[in-house]
């Protein structure tokens, strides 16, 4: 069997010519499977030089329709040759995979599939493409410091400082605290943790109990899971823009910095919260080695660790800034070289998975992507400034960014 590729815009034509059995369906697995890795969300199929398909090969095709669908994407098998034709119509896939003669370029662009809803056009901006979709606009996010004394490290942390919350699906926050029946058993577990649209992801630092396993909570019906927090930034209310991105192929990806400022510049906002939901070719940071609870020195005692997840899908979320903000002080760092953007930013790092592309749903984004892939770790961003393990900065390849200007920062001892 032979299999060749080519791109025209944002399609792929794919060629497959002898004969597709079990042997060759791996062969043509690989080369479809690269393709969506690397960005292809339409995929057309020319088989009019195949000679023979298995139902091995039938079913890599079904594969990659579904997968595709579900990407908002389209598999279209453009031109067939009859004994697979008819093979095909005999398995009752005929109207499933859209099959017809395509014999223009013309013809082929007509059978791409639109977008799930219109976005507010393209712009290009340095070494990336975006798409800015109007979800709720002149929405605000309300944002609260829990433990705020705890953020500074400036005291001591013990157990009457921890609270029990829960984060619905409306809100987003993230800090140090740890999921578990009571609070009490918690002392030597808590670390970061992210909670996004009801899903909430925390990274145990007990090292005699699941050393270095991630672990989350997803909301489902009424269950809310509890979380034992000691300090926290809450965000509650409505993003009031969606931003897909892409990185230009001959850039490849996107530091973090450079995103940032693009959201922030596309939405006129100075501060802002943000979810970013996107495929990366690495993400980098650190993570609590050892639960804060204890003496005065505790925080210091604790430490981090640097880590480091190449090609993975991740969940970011945090505020992001582009100048100074006296209510951010002491909670952002650069996310890049330069002194701005700023951001205090978790991810939830898992096992890589493309991603849908137009308009999509937060909760029903974030609550696929903890059904279907692993979750691999749970890090504070950082801007890649130093020269450790963590050096060099996360870099994004795809993706969609939720993004809400912040109203005033409450804290317990009054707004910020």
């Known amino acids: 069997m032979e299999v060749s590729t080519r791109r025209d815009g944002g399609q792929v034509h794919v060629t497959v010519a ?3 059995d079990a042997h060759g369906a791996d062969r043509l697995a690989v080369e479809l499977e690269a393709a969506v890795t690397h960005g292809a969300r339409h995929l057309l199929l020319d088989l009019s030089d195949l000679e023979f ?4 090969g039938l079913r890599i095709l079904l594969r990659f329709y579904k997968q595709l669908k579900g990407l908002h994407g389209s598999f279209v098998v ?3 040759s009859a004994p697979v034709k008819m093979v095909i119509a005999l398995a009752g896939f005929e109207q499933l995979l859209g099959l017809e003669s395509v014999s223009s370029d013309a013809d082929v662009s007509a059978t791409r599939a639109s977008p799930s809803a219109p976005g507010g056009g393209t712009v290009e901006l340095g070494a990336a493409v975006y798409e800015k979709f109007e ?7 309300a944002c609260q410091l829990v433990g705020a004394n705890s953020l500074a490290r ?4 013990s157990e009457a400082d921890c609270r029990t919350m829960q984060f619905p699906a409306g809100t987003v926050a993230l800090g140090i605290g740890a999921l578990g ?6 002392r030597d577990r808590f670390g970061e943790f992210l909670a996004v649209a009801g899903a909430v992801a925390y990274h145990p630092t007990d090292p005699t109990d699941g050393a270095d396993v991630p672990d989350y909570v997803v909301q489902s019906g009424a269950f809310l899971p509890d979380v034992h927090v000691l300090s926290c930034l809450l965000c509650e209310g409505s993003f009031a823009h969606q931003i897909r991105f892409e990185a230009k192929p001959d850039a490849g990806s996107l530091p973090l910095d450079r995103l940032v400022k693009s959201c922030l ?3 006129h906002s100075n501060a802002a919260g943000i979810v970013v939901l996107a495929e990366t070719g690495r993400v980098v940071g650190t993570a609590l080695t050892r639960s804060p609870v204890g003496g005065a020195g505790a925080w210091r005692e604790a430490g981090k660790a640097s880590r480091r997840f190449p090609r993975s899908t991740v969940l970011v979320a945090g505020i992001v800034a582009r100048e100074d903000r006296p209510a951010l002080e002491g909670l952002v760092q650069p996310l890049g070289r330069q002194a701005w953007p700023c951001g205090w930013l978790h991810a939830a790092v898992f096992s890589f998975c493309p991603l849908r592309t137009g308009r999509v749903e937060l909760q029903e984004a974030v609550g696929s992507l903890f059904e279907s892939e692993r979750l691999l770790g749970l890090l504070q961003v950082s801007g ?3 020269d450790g393990p963590e050096a060099g900065a996360s870099e994004f390849i795809r993706g969609t960014c939720w993004v809400g200007p912040l109203g005033p920062i409450q804290s317990e001892r009054g707004r910020r």
């Open 265 to 267: 510049d596309l939405t």
């Open 18 to 20: 002898g004969r597709l």
């Open 154 to 157: 400036q005291a001591p942390l």
């Open 181 to 186: 029946q009571e609070a009490s058993a918690c």
């Open 78 to 80: 453009a031109d067939c």
């Open 135 to 141: 979800l709720d606009l002149g929405a605000t996010l």
């Open 53 to 56: 398909i298995s139902s091995a």
């Open 384 to 386: 890649g400034r130093d």
